[in-house]
């Protein structure tokens, strides 16, 4: 009782002991596990297209880090507007400008339509962002956007499904997924950066020392790479699917810390 414990609490502004890198960590943490995947596919990321669902936190970091940190070109987003109530998907054949959008993006997430336009983006349903030619979908939006009746819209192009956002995939569409041989990096693997700096935020409030962004996202890096290669070798050990994989990495260290605490 009495004692000063920030660390309790995660997520604070930087004043009031937050983490560097807690804005870009989930997005950010999405692309290095796409680039650990592409790695293992064999892919040349700069010459791969994403297309993404949303226009979140999530989904701005994912693309800013998909252009700028693996080459490749994003060729879409979608959002919600909030004065047509309805979704749009927003794309640019040449690959959309993440921070330009960002700059005509409200607080709430709206893109600005006729900005938009006026820059040569072409504003769609915002169903259409499945349908693109692609070789990377991060659904970043919502849950169960990928389903029984939408997989059926995934380009064949597409080699590569990374879960920004939580539960996107349904079970029916990853059994399509697995029959045609499509990559999966589950949403508890995916998007896991943002707790992760979370935690930093608790370990440097502990410590009373405090990390530049780059020293912060460095270790972001490293503990997602770290996660993504120990499924990884889970599923090739296993001959599983991604996301079954990460389930038994998961139980299997809940089982070995039960062991060692004698409770099993």
Known sequence: ?????????????????????????????????????????????????????????????????FIEQLGGKVICVSYWDRDDRCSYTVSKEGGIDPRYLMSITDQYGSINKAKAAAEGYVIEDGGEWIKKEADVLIPAALEGQI????????????????????????????????????????????????????????VQNDMNYYWTKDEALQRLDSKITIAFNGVLDMSIKQNAYMRDAAYMVAIDRVVKGMQLRGWV
């Open 1 to 65: 009782m009495g004692q000063y414990t920030p660390g309790v609490i995660t997520g604070k502004p930087l004043g009031g002991g937050g983490s560097l890198g807690r804005t870009e960590a989930t997005g950010y943490g999405v692309i290095y596990t796409v680039r650990e995947a592409m790695k293992h596919l064999g892919l040349d990321s700069t010459k791969c297209v994403a297309a993404i669902q949303g226009f979140g936190n999530v989904a701005q970091y994912a693309a800013i880090g």
């Open 147 to 202: 389903n029984a009746e939408t997989v059926a819209l995934v380009h064949p192009r597409v080699k590569l499904v990374a879960e920004g956002a939580n539960g996107p995939t349904t079970p029916e569409a990853d059994e399509v997924f697995k029959s045609r041989g499509v990559f999966m990096i589950p949403d508890f693997l995916c998007n896991a950066g943002g707790v992760t700096v979370s935690y930093f935020e608790s």
